[in-house]
């Protein structure tokens, strides 16, 4: 069609648009810039050729959301450029992404391996899992030897994350995926690491996840997640999703296109913040002990040095010279510009009690037991400047300290 025909065929359409077609967009000669948002249930098939064409993958096209959405086909296939792996796919949540992953790689009578020190909500539905027979057994991550013995005939996969929420220990993913046999797959939550900083499936997972609400997103206003692998993997993960109504929303998807645009700078700015704070911070007498890996009496130190040599994001624990949720509350109050917030990886920092949110469904002896005390907060450096936050926290512990 030549350019004239077109303009005229846009007049026409203008003039007298079909009413199935009214509010649509009159065709242009030129294209949005910036991606369109697809906020749409379903897609006009033209015929039932094109139809039985889309079905069996001779032409691309949508027809329900639920299956596909032209947002989150780019979504999908930007994470899979950023983590090196064939395909990718999107999901409501994490959860919704790990919600697919257990639902699509284990059945009644299999056997499925944790790491132990794991997001709540993750060892919830490993809990919920075993309702509908499916057996779960911890290890230490930091300890890959400790997995041979777990393994069994019935296993289906093995569940680590990156970086362990609040302590920051560091999963040897190249030595844990040493040691499995090829059948078994080794999956990887990088929701605190991203990207930027590892790119598991080049160290031998088979399918790397993330919850998208945090840095993948950056700006915490977004809930969805993220999988990446081979393409029959990612296909299957989807075909469960679409099951089981784990499906994402295109706004969410669209929104989190445009936070990707940032990843790299983010990360960059925010792994350097956290760094100078963990360092400066150490020795303060309101602190009791800061967890950071780039610290040396930290327990994953040397394997930090080799796996991030960008550093490990921007999480860093602080557990606070005094007692109780007593110091917590001093301290929260004390540090007001820096908002309590039971998240994570958004723009500005935040500060979370482990305790009473992400580790409360555990006892105080169980809590205890990991090193998760009552004195411990959690912080999410976000985009401030090093100095701002360092006056603010310093200020915070100087009331607690008594200074
Ligand atoms: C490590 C990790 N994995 C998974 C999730 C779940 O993600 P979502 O909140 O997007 O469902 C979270 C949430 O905080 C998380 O921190």
Redesign the pocket.
């Known amino acids: 069609m030549s350019v004239a025909q077109h303009l005229e065929s846009i007049d026409s359409t203008m003039s007298s648009p079909h009413p199935s077609r009214m509010g649509h967009p009159a065709p242009s000669v030129t294209v949005p810039s910036a991606p369109p948002i697809y906020q749409s249930t379903a897609f006009d098939v033209p015929d039932l050729d094109v139809l039985e064409k889309i079905h069996s993958g001779e032409l691309h096209g949508d027809i329900y959301t639920r299956d596909s959405n032209p947002n989150h086909t780019a979504l999908a296939e930007s994470i899979a450029v950023l983590e090196e792996t064939e395909a990718g796919a999107v999901f409501?949540?994490?959860?919704?992404?790990?919600g697919s992953i257990f639902l699509t790689l284990a059945s009644a009578g299999d056997h499925v391996i944790l790491a132990k020190a794991?997001?709540g909500?993750?060892m919830q539905l490993a809990h919920r899992m075993q309702r509908l027979g499916i057996s779960t057994s911890t290890f230490d991550a930091t300890r890959p030897d400790e997995l041979t013995s777990l393994i069994t005939e019935k296993t289906r996969f093995v569940l680590v994350?990156t970086v362990?929420?609040p302590l920051l220990e560091v999963s040897d993913i190249r030595a844990i995926s040493n040691l499995l046999p090829s059948k078994i797959p080794l999956v990887v939550?990088s929701?605190?690491t991203t990207p930027e900083l590892i790119k598991p499936c080049q160290l031998g997972a088979s399918i790397v996840?993330?919850?998208?609400?945090?840095y993948i997103n950056g700006h915490g206003d977004v809930?969805?997640?993220l999988a990446a692998g081979s393409a029959v993997l990612m296909k299957r993960l989807n075909s469960t999703a679409s099951v089981f109504g784990q499906n994402a929303n295109p706004f969410e998807s669209w929104l989190c296109q445009r936070g990707l645009k940032t990843l790299p700078l983010r990360m960059t700015q925010i792994c350097r913040t956290t760094l100078e704070l963990a360092r400066s911070i150490s020795g303060h007498p309101g602190v009791r002990r800061v967890y950071h890996p780039s610290l040396s009496d930290h327990v994953s130190h040397e394997i930090a040095q080799q796996l991030y040599p960008f550093g490990t994001g921007g999480i860093l624990s602080i557990e606070l010279a005094g007692n109780g949720v007593e110091v917590v509350n001093a301290f929260m109050r004390a540090a007001e510009s820096i908002p309590f917030a039971p998240?994570?990886a958004d723009a500005r920092t935040t500060l979370s009690h482990p305790a009473t949110t992400?580790h409360r469904f555990m006892s105080p002896e169980a809590r205890a037991a990991v090193g998760i005390h009552d004195e411990l907060v959690r912080l999410s450096v976000g985009l401030e400047s090093f100095e701002q936050l360092q006056a603010d926290l310093s200020a915070a512990l100087d009331v607690i300290a008594g200074i």
């Open positions: 409501a949540s994490g959860m919704g992404a790990l794991i997001y909500k993750t994350e362990s929420n939550d929701t605190f996840m993330h919850s998208a609400s945090k809930m969805l997640g998240t994570l992400s």
